[in-house]
Nanobody, 124 residues
Framework: QVQLVESGGGLVQTGGSLRLSCAASGRAPSTYAMGWFRRSPGKEREFVAGISWPGGITAYADSVKGRFTISRDNAKNTMYLQMNDLKPEDTAVYYC?????????????????WGQGTQVTVSS
């Protein structure tokens, strides 16, 4: 089992920045590919960004490309999402996830472990 705990969410104004963290613990968490997903009010959970193991490959949703950066510190078993130039449409609950493969997937069902989520609210 892998346990994931997100932190770093909050309220920010349009154009501001936040950094989300996802701390992983449990069975060999650092050898998994990981990702960030989000669920906005009234919408399905969607892929935001993913990072391979050990971290050389990343992928982003078109809506966040150029504004968000995903990274991981394997020594600390922690993944990050740096979010810059935030927009009201980025308001959502953000979830981190890991999967039992080393490659990225944009598909929600490909991930086996999920955090509880952290709220990000961007005011206009």
């Amino acid at each position: 089992q892998v346990q994931l705990v997100e932190s770093g969410g909050g309220l920010v104004q349009t154009g501001g920045s936040l950094r989300l963290s996802c701390a992983a613990s449990g069975r060999a968490p650092s050898t998994y590919a990981m990702g960030w997903f989000r669920r906005s009010p009234g919408k399905e959970r969607e892929f935001v960004a993913g990072i391979s193991w050990p971290g050389g490959i990343t992928a982003y949703a078109d809506s966040v490309k150029g504004r968000f950066t995903i990274s991981r510190d394997n020594a600390k078993n922690t993944m990050y999402l740096q979010m810059n130039d935030l927009k009201p449409e980025d308001t959502a609950v953000y979830y981190c996830a890991s999967r039992n493969m080393q490659t990225i997937s944009r598909v929600l069902s490909a991930y086996s472990y999920w955090g509880q989520g952290t709220q990000v609210t961007v005011s206009s």
